[in-house]
């Protein structure tokens, strides 16, 4: 059963970070890149989070298992501790680069 779990958790973190598109060559003139990136993680964060609080209050009306609250929980901290990873190394390369001698 836990492993279930983690598996649909790494699903999870895996879909956060795939890019939508097809991957474009570096310094295509195009708008997007590592923003476009953040912003359908942040989009993807709040639907896991959406599905998650359903399934909870299905649960509490009785329309749902234990098993789907507990994946649909899980699967969210799992999405919430990777953006808080990629949030910690974005500010840790900011505070690098604001270190640099010019």
Do not use: C, H, W
């Amino acid at each position: 059963m836990s492993s279930s779990i983690a598996a649909n958790a790494y699903a999870t973190a895996a879909r956060l970070f795939q890019p939508n598109q097809t991957p474009r060559a570096a310094g295509g003139g195009q708008g997007g890149g590592f923003g476009e990136l953040l912003n359908s993680a942040v989009n993807q964060l709040g639907q896991t989070t959406r599905t998650a609080d359903q399934r909870s209050q299905a649960m509490a009306t009785g329309r749902a298992d234990l098993i789907d609250v507990v994946t649909a929980v899980a699967e969210t901290e799992v999405a919430v501790e990777t953006l808080v990873s990629v949030r910690d190394k974005v500010v840790q390369a900011y505070e690098e680069i604001m270190r640099m001698q010019i």
